[in-house]
């Protein structure tokens, strides 16, 4: 289906994530993924994506009520990662728009709201190396979870 997001399992760690179209790189350890990587689920919007991806690395006795707590959320969840603070990371969700894609000028204007001395490349390198983000080709990021 056009545009809709896919979760995988990496055969290497075990993790899911979300990807769009065929499955490249784990995020997690970094493994290149096989096209042949099975899709455990898949996702019509980011939002949904989150949820499932969240779900997928619980485990299965826990999901139900996870899932139940998730979609009651009206905040996004969000990824706990000590390398990037959290309101800057919350700052980032939400500047992101549902297909996930984020520029260097959206960083930018992030770190300046939040009177942020650190430069845009450092964050967006924390965020990359800790998979938060993927770097593209066309010189953007997709965000991932
Ligand atoms: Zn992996």
Redesign the pocket.
């Known amino acids: 289906m056009a545009g809709s997001w896919s979760v995988v399992r990496?055969p290497?760690?075990r993790?899911c994530h979300g990807t769009r179209g065929q499955p490249r790189q784990?995020p997690?350890?970094?493994?290149p993924l096989p096209s042949t990587t099975p899709i455990i689920t898949t996702a019509e919007t980011s939002a949904q994506l989150r949820i499932e991806v969240a779900l997928a690395n619980t485990p299965e006795e826990l999901r139900d009520e996870l899932r139940k707590k998730l979609e009651s959320m009206d905040e996004p969840l969000v990824a706990s990662s000590s390398s990037s603070p959290r309101a800057l990371f919350t700052a980032i969700r939400k500047a992101v728009g549902d297909d996930m894609i984020l520029r260097r000028s959206d960083v930018q204007t992030i770190l300046d709201s939040h009177d942020s001395e650190q430069p845009v490349d450092d964050l967006l390198e924390k965020m990359e190396l800790d998979g938060t983000l993927v770097r593209q080709q066309d010189g953007t990021w997709l965000l991932l979870e």
């Open positions: 990496c290497a760690c993790n784990c997690h350890c970094g493994q």
